[in-house]
């Protein structure tokens, strides 16, 4: 594989954040986990004075895992009532050898990504029942250095995300899009203000 399209997955092929979603859902069958509530609340403040990193503050975020009995169970009960999610316009164009590359942890996207056929994952290492990390939160130019480890020849045809902290990937494609709901910019004409829909 020498070319591909590179993908974005919350807010970009799917709508919402997943990560965020599936808390409200173990939210919903288990309010115990409203007890590291606390905790997060202080590590978000100290991710926002920047006395600590996103990749620490998730962690404590992913605390309420310890609580779930089985996660497993969980995410396929989410995807379940979940799968209607994913775009239309992606369901249009996806193709067999696209990757997924996002932040979101790999264990909540496996399984979506089996689902909708897509075998190439890149995403955040996560201890499903821990929260903790294996290496960085799969974010900005670390999305491009696990792309360069998993696909070092890999030449990116279109990318697609809905943020442009994604930059350092929208640089590297032949072809950079903004996704905004089911709308599809032109990076760089969303980027300097003037929004070219792509054709």
């Not at 905790?39 to 926002?48: A, E, N, T």
Request: aromatic share 14%.
């Amino acid at each position: 594989m020498n070319f591909a399209n590179v993908y974005d997955f919350d807010k970009t092929i799917f709508d919402g954040d997943s990560t965020a979603k599936f808390y409200f859902h173990c939210l919903k069958r288990y309010p115990s986990i409203l007890v590291f509530l606390p905790l997060q609340g202080l590590y978000f403040m100290l991710y926002l004075a920047n006395i600590v990193t996103k990749t620490v503050f998730k962690e404590k975020m992913y605390l309420f895992l310890t609580r779930i009995p089985d996660v497993d169970s969980e995410i396929n009960l989410f995807w379940k009532k979940n799968m209607l999610g994913i775009k239309k316009w992606y369901k249009k164009n996806k193709k067999k050898d696209d990757i997924i590359i996002s932040g979101s942890p790999e264990f909540l996207l496996r399984p979506v990504c089996k689902k909708i056929g897509i075998s190439n994952l890149i995403a955040s290492r996560v201890d499903k029942k821990t929260g903790k990390y294996t290496g960085l939160n799969c974010i900005n130019s670390e999305k491009v250095n696990r792309l360069r480890e998993k696909f070092p020849n890999i030449r990116i045809k279109e990318f697609y995300s809905d943020s442009y902290i994604d930059e350092p990937l929208a640089l590297l494609a032949e072809e950079s899009y903004l996704v905004d709901g089911e709308n599809l910019y032109r990076w760089h004409e969303y980027k300097n203000g003037v929004k070219i829909l792509k054709k």
